[in-house]
């Protein structure tokens, strides 16, 4: 049982560059979401998904588009990097019912140069 | 809107002694409450939850935590710390609405020999 896997666990972008970090999770979880962690700023919400094919914008979409194809992955693409975007992104999961609890990605460090 | 506020962004104990890390919340309703921690470059890892049930929550490594709505508070509370704790912990809140969750900016915990 792999939990929530996310991928590149590291990533320099030259600004104005695109990419995509992916996240996949293996619980069947329906709900997916997005988080950057900043130094002081605790981790704040992008985007978020309660189901295959419905997302929706959190604190910070600025910048950032996702898609909910399958229940598995929820990928989150940069269109156009900035310094701004350099951070820590999490990826999370829950059941329904997220009273059980979020499970959490290991993260992507991502550097904007 | 909700917001969790984490009182000291550092906390500093000895090995042995007691650790109280303390988080107010501000919801228009009772929420879900988590605590969270984040060991260097790792990811997040819950701690425990409270979610309407018993006020006092038992989670893993000896950590609990006290819901008062009174004050509107969710301190985390662990008898005796081990240098093993040292970590940043999060106390966060959960949108039901959006299923995402609201982060307060964080605790580093420091354990001393």
């Known amino acids: 049982n792999a939990g929530v896997t996310q991928t590149p666990k590291f990533q320099v972008l030259k600004t104005g560059q695109s990419m995509t970090l992916q996240c996949a999770q293996d619980?069947?979880?329906?709900?997916m979401s997005w988080y950057r962690q900043d130094p002081g700023m605790g981790l704040r919400l992008i985007h978020y998904s309660v189901g295959a094919g419905i997302t929706d914008q959190g604190e910070v979409p600025n910048g950032y588009n996702v898609s909910r194809s399958t229940t598995e992955d929820f990928p989150l693409r940069l269109l156009s990097a900035a310094p701004s975007q350099t951070s820590v992104y999490f990826c999370a999961s829950s059941y329904r019912n997220p009273n059980y609890g979020y499970t959490f990605g290991s993260g992507t460090r991502l550097t904007v140069v | 809107a909700q917001s969790v506020t984490q009182l000291d962004s550092h906390v500093s104990v000895s090995e042995g002694t007691p650790v109280l890390l303390r988080c107010n919340y501000s919801s228009s309703y009772s929420p879900s409450l988590f605590w969270y921690v984040q060991h260097p470059n790792k990811g997040l890892q819950l701690l425990l939850k409270?979610?309407?049930?018993?006020?006092l929550v038992k989670g893993i490594n000896g950590f609990e935590a006290e819901f008062k709505k009174s004050e509107t508070s969710f301190h985390l509370t662990k008898p005796s710390a081990h240098m093993s704790d040292a970590a940043e912990y999060f106390c966060v809140a959960l949108d039901t609405g959006r299923r995402a969750l609201t982060f307060g900016s964080g605790t580093r915990l420091q354990v001393q020999p």
């Open positions: 619980m069947n979880h329906e709900y």
């Open positions: 409270y979610t309407s049930a018993a006020t």
